[in-house]
Each structure stands twice: as structure tokens, then as C-alpha cells.
């Protein structure tokens, strides 16, 4: 092999161009040679950094090992043992920021490629139809989880192998969260990834009851009370969209990330076949700079439009993933960094017309550890689009804590929940992005995972092993 | 899936439907809606709740058809089902949480318009069933398009009808209606609630703002989602940005922006009419099977 050891196996993807006009997957995954080149370059390092990196702990140098010698099922099986998403969180996680970033290879080269060896062990399993599940004897306690996104995928999925009866409550007519209505297809393709790991829950056993919004159709004290749930979950992320509050967002053609992508994505307005009308733009600005706004651009590119990302710091800070950024470049997405809207103009029909924005420069360090943006004085111009897309980020729903008496929330909304989920009420548990505000897929099954420990806790202490009912 | 348990025609172009969901029949009041997805390929579209059964387990709706989402709805037959049901959604009516003695003393003015008059039934009905008086206007083009005559005469203690054309009732829009009974019939009204096409709630607020009379108004927005995580429902009222679907669909008429409403509501048109025309095609390529 001429390739250095230092070298990361490069991995296939879509050509730019041609993925710029299609809405298929751009990262195609390694070959079984591929992976097996690739985990041979982890040392299994006796310490092994790149754990403490993940925040599910997964045995990182074990399921890699597995690669290693070409045994891929019990790769997956090691990958089932700590975490029920893998092919989502290898495609999604920012793992240049978690295991990868204290990886010992990346001291002198690149960091062994953990994400995309995790993404081959899962699809693999996928392709080849093998189960994972194994449930213990059911122990008649009955759970409610409310969302369907990862954080209550992850506590269903662990409660259920613990043999509770689990069933998920969601309000959108799809399981899955932000998984299938946020992120698009080009990064994680629903139906071959996220609906298979949705389909892996309920044959654990999981119900699945879509179109039920807590706090409307259904409140907590109900499901406590006269449901006779012994405990719940609430992993409601945390869908919000925030606005800037300037002048003229209310104009025809200003639309919030999360329309703009649940048009698309779960209602697949891209597709002719589909009932859900969008509107594409011909001149998008996409206001923000994380992976929302990234997806958000990716999108009205692929739709046909010519698209730019209005960023007020600099390429430096830009929260979204590194990888994502690139792919965004590479296909044709432009950039303003160092620009903020102050105004949207419209036409006489009060359609957007252009963006009346100000320049910036970046002062000292704020409270997050990143310069803060000034703006420069009479630096205002007119930026011409007919779309503005805001991406500037997500709250919780306030929905089920007013709904739900004695849950208590912080100043950002956010559910109060400790370190095993517990929240202000008894037997109601919360985690995920509904308790730390916007997040990532990871964290929000970490805190599932930990809920779902807390809840088996909580009932175990409180009604014993097994229900008498 | 919700089957649709009965479904009848109410006029040439609008029709009702029960629909079985218990758990939405369980919870809804007076004031909220439901979001229905017809099919597989379908939107997700808004529509009131225009009377529950809770012991039945269904919910009352009564569509306009418009296109493409509605005459799927239309399509289905007694027996089918719909994919998706979701609500109750939005608050209820504000009377929902007010004193019965106090709202007796009130004189109430329900103004309903074409599709809008279903929603104003159960409304008028929780009222009327709590011995709380209400007169209703109900306003339609003509007379074929008058709905639920009979069903809103039981609830209210007048019944005025008027159409555009004259062809029924009072001859002229409901804002003349109403004008007619405060100015020259000796009408004293201490709250209106208009529900109906934007257009007319937007005149409406006007008469009623001259007028001196409290208006309420129930508001349809473009909606996706219905749950406030979308923002295509954004309206102002009093200056502030609201969400119809969690801060309303019911606002105070004099505070809403109903020109920013109306221009918002056709944000779409160029697209649905494109989709409309194709379900049109698909139709008649099937041989105009239904
Ligand atoms: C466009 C986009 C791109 C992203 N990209 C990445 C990425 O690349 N990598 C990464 O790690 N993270 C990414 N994230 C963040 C990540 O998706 C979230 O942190 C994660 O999904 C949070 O999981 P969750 O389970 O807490 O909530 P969610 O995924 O938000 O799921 C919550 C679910 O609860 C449902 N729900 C809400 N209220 C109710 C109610 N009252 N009753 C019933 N159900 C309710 C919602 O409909 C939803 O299905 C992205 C987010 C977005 C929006
Ligand atoms: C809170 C609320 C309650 C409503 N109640 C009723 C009701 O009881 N009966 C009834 O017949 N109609 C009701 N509507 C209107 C109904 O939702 C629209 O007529 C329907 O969505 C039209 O869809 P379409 O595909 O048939 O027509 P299209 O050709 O797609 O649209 C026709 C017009 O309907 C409106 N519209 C389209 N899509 C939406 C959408 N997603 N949300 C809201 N409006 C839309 C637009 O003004 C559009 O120009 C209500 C709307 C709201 C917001
Ligand atoms: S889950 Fe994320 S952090 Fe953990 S090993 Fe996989 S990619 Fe790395
Ligand atoms: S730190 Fe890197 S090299 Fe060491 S075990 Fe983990 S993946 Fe392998
Ligand atoms: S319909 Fe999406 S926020 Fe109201």
C-alpha cells in the first residue's frame, strides 16, 4: 500500500456538481477493503483518549479492532452496547470536536476516521439484516416518553431492554425529531437510516403514537394519572425558531430554518409528487452560521437557488461542523462573514427585495470564549435577495411546561432537569435539548441514556422489581 | 389512521365530515383546530373544529374546497381514512375561562362568513348551553352557499342571514348587517366574534372599531406544523409578532395587521396552484375516478 500511515483512507463522496442538483446522500461510506485499511491504523492505544471524547463512552478501540480483522457483526454488536443511533451519530456527530479531536493518531497525521468507521460497522449490519435487540422478561411498569427525536429514542430504547412497557408519544406525524425533519436527506437519508433505527424500537417493543401533542391532546398529569404511567421522559427538543426581531421580517419570502426544512424535509416539498408547496428563492440568504444554517443553504442550492450564508463573525467561528462547511464551499454556497442584518426591504407587494446589513468587526472575547462582533459605523449597504432564510437558532417549546404543574424551567424555557434526568416534579424526567437548549444528536442520547437509568431507578425504589398490577 | 365515520354535503362546494379521534374529541374546546394530512403524498392543512362528540370518540370539520388538499379530503369516502389527525391545537376561546354569571350580562355578537359560520356553531353552542344569549349574523355570496342554518338558529337567540346577491335574507355583506342592527334596530352589543375569510374579518374589525364594540377574531394563516415550531403563522397584533397557532387562532380584531395577513396568506399561491393543476391532471388521467 502506497498510502502513509499518517494518511486518513480517503472516502468516497458525490461529485460537488452533481450533488449541488440532487438531494441523494454525499458522503457514500468506505468499502469493506476500505474499513479494514482504515482500522488498522488505530494503535488500540492502552489509554485510549478517544473514549473519554465520546459522550456515550463507546469502546472505541474494540469495535474498531473488530473492523480491523473483518469481523463487522461483532463490530455493530460492540456499537449496540452504547448507543441505539450509530449509523445516524457517524454521519452527523461532530467527531472532530469529540473522539477524533484527542485521537493519538492525530498527533503527528490525522486522527484515526472513528465517525465513518462507526457509519460502516451500522450500515453493514443494516445491508446485512442483523439483530441487535435483546429485550429482558417484560416487568409490567409502563413509561411514557414524549418525542420521538434522539434523546427519546435512546431512554425508549434502553427501558424497553430493561422489559418496561414504553410507549413514545409524538407530535408530528413521523418519528424521529430533528433527524427527519431538520436535517435533509443529503446528510442522513431517512428512510434507509433513520426509519430502520426507528423500526429496530419497536421491535424491541416500543409503541409509536404519532399526531399526539402533550400539553394539547394529552397533558402529563393525564398519562400520570389516569394513563397510569408509572414515569415519564420528556425529550421535546427544543423547535423554536428565533427571529431577530428587525424590521421587515414579517415580508413575504422570510422564512425561519425550521419551515424552510420541514417543507422539505418531512413534508418532502422537493419531491414533484408531494403535496407541500415551497418557496425556492432564485437569491437566498441564509442568516446564521451553524448547522441549521448550513442544511438550510445546502437546501435552497439544491432547489435551484443562487445562495449565500450571512455570517457576523468570522470563517474561524462558525459553529457548524467543519466537514459541513467544506461540503457547503465546494458546492457553491457563498459566504459574508463579518455581516449582520439590520433590515429587511421590500417591494411595493411586500415581497423581499434586499437585506439592508452592516459590517463588523470582532472585539474582545464574550462570556462564550468567542470575539464579539461590533458593528462598524457607517458600514450600512443593501445586499440584494428575494429569500431570507433565519437560522440564528432554536428554544424549547414552552408548551408542556405551562401545561404541566410544578415543572420547572430556567430563563431560556429550559426544563430543569440533574445529571439523572430527574426534574422538579416526581416521576417526570427530561434530557436532551429540551433541557440544555439546542445541542447535538450525541448529547441528546447521552441524556437520554442517563434518564432511562434514573427512571429504572426511580421505579425500582419506589414499586420494586416487578408491578403487582 | 381515522376513519371518517360519516360525511355529507352541506353546500356545492363545502362539506362535513366525523371524523373518529378520541383522543382529540377528549380534549377539544370551543376555538381550536386540528391539522388533518390526507394522504401519504398530503399537506399538512389546518381546519376548526366545528363540534365534538366525546363519547363518540369523533370530530366535527366542515372543508371548503380550494384545491388540491381539500378535494383529497373530498375524495375520501364514508369508511376511508385520513393519515394524520393531530389537535386539539391553539388556545380556546377566551369565554372558555370566563365567569358564566358575568358572560350572561353580556350581549354577544357572533359574525360568521362563508366556511367561518362552521366554526362559530360550537362556540355559540358551549355558550347557549350555559344559558348565555347569543345573536349571530350569517353572511354568504348566495343563497346555495348559505350552511347550517338550521343547526345556528337552534343556538342563537336571533338569526340574521344575509347574502351578497339578496337571493336570501338580508340583501348585503354581513358589515352592513351588523351596521343596520346597531344603527337603526336598536342593538346593543358589548363583544363581536367574527370568524370567516380574512377579508371580511378585516372589515368587520372596522365597522366594529367605529362602532366602539370588542371584537375577537379567529384568524388562518398559512400553517405548517401548528405546534410553534415553524413560524408560517406569523401575524401582528398590537405591534408584536404572534404565533396564530399557540398565541392564537382568536386575537383582538382592532390590534391585528390585516394587510401583513392578507399579503401573507398568498405567499404560496404561484405553488399551489401548480400542484392544484397537477392533481387536477392526475384526476382526469385516472379517468376522473372519483
Ligand atoms: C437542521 C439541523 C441540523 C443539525 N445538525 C446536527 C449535526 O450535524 N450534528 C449534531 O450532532 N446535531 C445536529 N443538530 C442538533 C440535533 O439534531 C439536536 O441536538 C437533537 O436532535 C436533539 O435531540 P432531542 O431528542 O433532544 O430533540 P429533537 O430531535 O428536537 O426531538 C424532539 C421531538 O419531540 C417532539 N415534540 C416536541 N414537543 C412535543 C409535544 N408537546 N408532544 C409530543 N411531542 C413533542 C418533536 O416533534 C420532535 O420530534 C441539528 C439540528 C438541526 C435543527
Ligand atoms: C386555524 C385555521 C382554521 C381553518 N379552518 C378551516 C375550516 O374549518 N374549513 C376550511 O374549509 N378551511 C379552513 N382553513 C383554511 C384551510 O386550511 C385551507 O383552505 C386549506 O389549507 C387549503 O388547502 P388546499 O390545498 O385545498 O388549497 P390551496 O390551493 O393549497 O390553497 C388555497 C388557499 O388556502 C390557504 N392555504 C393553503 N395552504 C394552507 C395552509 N397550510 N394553512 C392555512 N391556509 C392554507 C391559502 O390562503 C391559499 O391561498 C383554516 C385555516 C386555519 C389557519
Ligand atoms: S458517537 Fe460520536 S463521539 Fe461517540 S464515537 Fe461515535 S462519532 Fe465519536
Ligand atoms: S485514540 Fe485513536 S488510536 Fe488510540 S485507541 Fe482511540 S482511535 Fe485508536
Ligand atoms: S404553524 Fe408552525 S409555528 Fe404556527
Known amino acids: 500500500m502506497s498510502r502513509s500511515k499518517f494518511e486518513r483512507v480517503p472516502i468516497a463522496e458525490q461529485d460537488p456538481k452533481v450533488r449541488a442538483t440532487n438531494f441523494d446522500e454525499v458522503c457514500l461510506g468506505y468499502t469493506e477493503e476500505e474499513a479494514i485499511e482504515e482500522a488498522k491504523r488505530c494503535i488500540q492505544c492502552k489509554h485510549h483518549p478517544c473514549i473519554g471524547g465520546c459522550p456515550v463512552d463507546i469502546d472505541i478501540p474494540r469495535f474498531i479492532h473488530h473492523i480491523a480483522e473483518g469481523e463487522f457483526e461483532e463490530a455493530a454488536h460492540v456499537l449496540a452496547e452504547y448507543t441505539a443511533l450509530p449509523a445516524v451519530c457517524g454521519r452527523v456527530c461532530p467527531q472532530e470536536d469529540q473522539c477524533e479531536v484527542v485521537c493519538v493518531r492525530g498527533i503527528r497525521g490525522d486522527a484515526v476516521a472513528i465517525g465513518k468507521l462507526e457509519r460502516f460497522a451500522a450500515d453493514w449490519a443494516r445491508a446485512n439484516n442483523i439483530e441487535l435487540g435483546q429485550t429482558k422478561e417484560k416487568n409490567g411498569f409502563k413509561v411514557a416518553v414524549i418525542g420521538s427525536g434522539p434523546a427519546g429514542i435512546t431512554c425508549a430504547g434502553e427501558l424497553a431492554k430493561e422489559g418496561y412497557d414504553v410507549t413514545i408519544f409524538e407530535a408530528l406525524h413521523e418519528p424521529g425529531g430533528v433527524l427527519v425533519y431538520g436535517i435533509p436527506e443529503f446528510r442522513l437519508p431517512t428512510d434507509e437510516v433513520v426509519k430502520h433505527e426507528i423500526g429496530n424500537l419497536e421491535k424491541l417493543g416500543v409503541k409509536i403514537e404519532t399526531n399526539v401533542v402533550v400539553g394539547k391532546t394529552i397533558t402529563i398529569d393525564e398519562l400520570l394519572n389516569d394513563e397510569g404511567f408509572h414515569a415519564i421522559f420528556i425529550g421535546s427538543g427544543a423547535g423554536l425558531p428565533i427571529f431577530m426581531g428587525i424590521p421587515g421580517e414579517n415580508l413575504n419570502g422570510v422564512f425561519s430554518a425550521n419551515e424552510y426544512l420541514t417543507r422539505n424535509n418531512l413534508m418532502k416539498a422537493f419531491r414533484d409528487d408531494y403535496d407541500t408547496p415551497i418557496k425556492a428563492g432564485d437569491k437566498v440568504a441564509v442568516i446564521g452560521g451553524g448547522n441549521v444554517a448550513m442544511d438550510a443553504a445546502r437546501t435552497a442550492l439544491r432547489l435551484g437557488a443562487e445562495t449565500w450564508i450571512v455570517y457576523r463573525r468570522t470563517e474561524k467561528e462558525l459553529p457548524a461542523r467543519v466537514e459541513e462547511v467544506h461540503h457547503a464551499k465546494t458546492e457553491g454556497i457563498k459566504f459574508e462573514f463579518l455581516t449582520s442584518p439590520v433590515e429587511i426591504l421590500g417591494d411595493e407587494d411586500g415581497w423581499v427585495r434586499a437585506i439592508r446589513c452592516q459590517r463588523m468587526e470582532l472585539g474582545e472575547p464574550d462570556e462564550s470564549g468567542r470575539r464579539r462582533p461590533i458593528p462598524i459605523e457607517g458600514s450600512e449597504f443593501e445586499f440584494d435577495v428575494d429569500t431570507v432564510i433565519m437560522a440564528l437558532g432554536t428554544s424549547p417549546n414552552p408548551l408542556i411546561p405551562s401545561t404541566t404543574e410544578g415543572l420547572d424551567v430556567n430563563e431560556w424555557q429550559c426544563v430543569i432537569a440533574d445529571d439523572e434526568g430527574q426534574t422538579s416534579k416526581e416521576g417526570v424526567f427530561a434530557g436532551g435539548d429540551v433541557v440544555t437548549g439546542s445541542a447535538t444528536v450525541i448529547l441528546a442520547m447521552g441524556a437520554g441514556k442517563k434518564a432511562a437509568a434514573g427512571i429504572d431507578k426511580y421505579i425500582k425504589e419506589k414499586y420494586g422489581e416487578k408491578s403487582h398490577a | ?290
Open chain 2, 1 to 290: 389512521m381515522y376513519k371518517i365515520v360519516r360525511k355529507r354535503e352541506l353546500a356545492s362546494n363545502i362539506f362535513e365530515a366525523d371524523v373518529l379521534a378520541p383522543r382529540v374529541a377528549n380534549s377539544a374546546q370551543p376555538g381550536q383546530f386540528v391539522i388533518v394530512v390526507a394522504d401519504e403524498t398530503g399537506e399538512r392543512i389546518p381546519l376548526t373544529i366545528c363540534d365534538y362528540d366525546k363519547e363518540e370518540g369523533t370530530v366535527n370539520i366542515v372543508v371548503q374546497r380550494m384545491g388540491c388538499s381539500t378535494k383529497k379530503m373530498d375524495a375520501l369516502e364514508e369508511g376511508d381514512y385520513l393519515k394524520d389527525f393531530v389537535g386539539p391545537l391553539g388556545r380556546p376561546s377566551d369565554f372558555v375561562h370566563e365567569d358564566i354569571e358575568e358572560l350572561k350580562k353580556k350581549n354577544i355578537l357572533f359574525v360568521a362568513g362563508g366556511v367561518g359560520t362552521a366554526p362559530v356553531y360550537p362556540q355559540a353552542k358551549w355558550l347557549h348551553e350555559r344559558g348565555v344569549n347569543v345573536d349571530i349574523i350569517l353572511g354568504a355570496q348566495t343563497k346555495d352557499l348559505v350552511i347550517l342554518e338550521d343547526k345556528l338558529g337552534s343556538v342563537a337567540e336571533n338569526l340574521y342571514v344575509c347574502t351578497d346577491d339578496g337571493s336570501y335574507g338580508f340583501k348585503g355583506m354581513v358589515t352592513h348587517m351588523l351596521e343596520e342592527l346597531v344603527e337603526n334596530r336598536g342593538k346593543h352589543y358589548d363583544l363581536v366574534i367574527s370568524i370567516g375569510p380574512m377579508i371580511m374579518m378585516k372589515f368587520v374589525a372596522l365597522m366594529t372599531e367605529k362602532l366602539g364594540i370588542k371584537t375577537i377574531v379567529s384568524l388562518n394563516p398559512i400553517m405548517v406544523d401548528g405546534t410553534g415550531m415553524c413560524g408560517a403563522c406569523r401575524v401582528t397584533v398590537g405591534n408584536e409578532t404572534k404565533f396564530a397557532c399557540v398565541d392564537g387562532p382568536e386575537f383582538d380584531g382592532h390590534l391585528v395587521d390585516f394587510d401583513e395577513a392578507l399579503r401573507r396568506q398568498t405567499q404560496y399561491k404561484a405553488e399551489e396552484t401548480k400542484i392544484d393543476e397537477r392533481f387536477e391532471e392526475e384526476c382526469r388521467a385516472q379517468g376522473g375516478a372519483n
